[in-house]
């Protein structure tokens, strides 16, 4: 938790904003350089997400300016776009590379949790407090041949579901003043209704690209049944023949409760969410990486597995990546943010 929070009364000053995200964001990047031996210099393209702290200049010119990267670098800044906006980070930088061959992209998401704390009184705007906390993750793209061969996954597919064009679904989560005119983020009750629209019509577009035949015919057999029979129960696709690994976003305990259900997943396909969850909290837009480098901290991904990536976010929005890794991954790091407590997972009651 960022210092501000713990003061008598807590307020979001540009100040602290600055400082909690520099904290977070300059500690994932030297890591990412150091992993990857990449110069700041060598990068072309950087995009950067926070939803609630946009100052200026922009948190990734701040970047550019730490790292005194190159003048043409390609610099985007992604503002109010949510928990799932790490994966619309990274559909803008493949975007961005398919336009400018043998390149260097870094994606950066985040959240500042001191302009997201709430001190009044209102119930619905008080449930952020209890999940959100810090967190960052820095990812290297890279459309280069000779990284190829070194590369840790292969993106391909990135599915997108926007469903602001409803207005339930636009306000179901809201930056808002209450009656004392405390400004914080509103949860309605509508949450799980939404985001089960959200998801079904994001799996709807996903499956056909990533499910066995076999699963397709029935899937699509199922819903030619249910027009003629609109008792019959959805038939839900077993997402576990396409995906070996998975990384749902860890906003709470219920939202990860009902997504295992309505996908009929095991423990263990929710177990990275889980540890992530239980470990760090909801660390809004990095959250599906810290459940990917759980994973690979546990030794679990192998050549040829595939990670679904699915992410939920404000207004209405809910987002699939789907990678492929192209080698086993290996022992983690000295500084993998699981190092010291991964074999203490999965606990009891997770």
């Known amino acids: 938790m960022p210092k501000s929070v713990f003061s008598p009364s807590p307020s979001a000053t540009m100040k602290e904003g600055r400082e909690e995200a520099s904290t977070a964001m300059f500690a994932a990047l030297d890591e990412l350089f150091e992993k990857c031996r990449v110069r700041p210099k060598d990068v072309g393209v950087l995009v950067f997400n926070c939803s609630l702290f946009n100052p200026t200049p922009s948190l990734s010119a701040m970047i550019v300016n730490h790292y005194k990267m190159r003048g043409s670098i390609l610099s985007y800044n ?11 980070a990274v559909d803008l930088a493949r975007d961005i590379l398919q336009a400018n061959p043998n390149n260097y992209a870094v994606v950066v998401s985040t959240e500042a949790v001191s302009f997201t704390w709430y ?16 967190g960052c993750s820095a990812v290297l793209l890279s459309n280069r041949r000779r990284d190829f061969p070194r590369a840790k996954y292969q993106l391909e597919h990135i599915v997108r579901t926007h469903k602001g064009s409803d207005d339930r679904s636009f306000r179901c989560v809201y930056q808002e003043e209450d009656e004392q ?10 949450l799980m209704e939404v985001g089960g629209q959200a998801l079904k019509a994001n799996i709807t577009t996903l499956g056909p690209l990533v499910l066995p035949f076999s699963e397709q015919l029935l899937f699509f057999a199922a819903l030619l049944y249910r027009s003629k029979s609109a008792a019959k ?18 906003a709470s305990e219920a ?57 939920f976010g404000s207004g209405f929005k ?26 203490r997972y999965p606990p009891a009651q997770l």
């Open 78 to 88: 992604l503002g109010g776009m949510g928990c799932s906006a790490g994966i619309i």
């Open 119 to 134: 001190p009044g009184k209102n119930r619905s705007m008080l449930i952020p407090n209890c999940f959100f906390r810090m």
């Open 181 to 190: 005119r405390i400004k914080g983020l509103s949860i309605s009750r509508d």
């Open 233 to 250: 129960k959805p038939y839900i696709p077993d997402y576990k023949l396409a995906f070996d690994h998975f990384c749902v976003h860890a």
């Open 255 to 311: 939202v990860l409760d009902e997504l295992q259900k309505n996908l009929d997943l095991t423990a263990a396909n929710v177990e990275a969410s889980r540890a992530a969850l239980h470990r760090f909290g909801n660390t809004s837009s990095s959250s599906v990486w810290y459940e990917l480098a759980y994973l690979e901290a546990k030794g679990r991904v192998r050549r040829g597995d595939k990670v679904w990536q699915l992410a």
């Open 318 to 343: 809910c987002n699939s990546a789907v990678w492929r890794a192209m080698r086993r991954a290996g022992r983690p790091a000295a500084n993998n943010p699981w190092l010291d407590c991964v074999d």
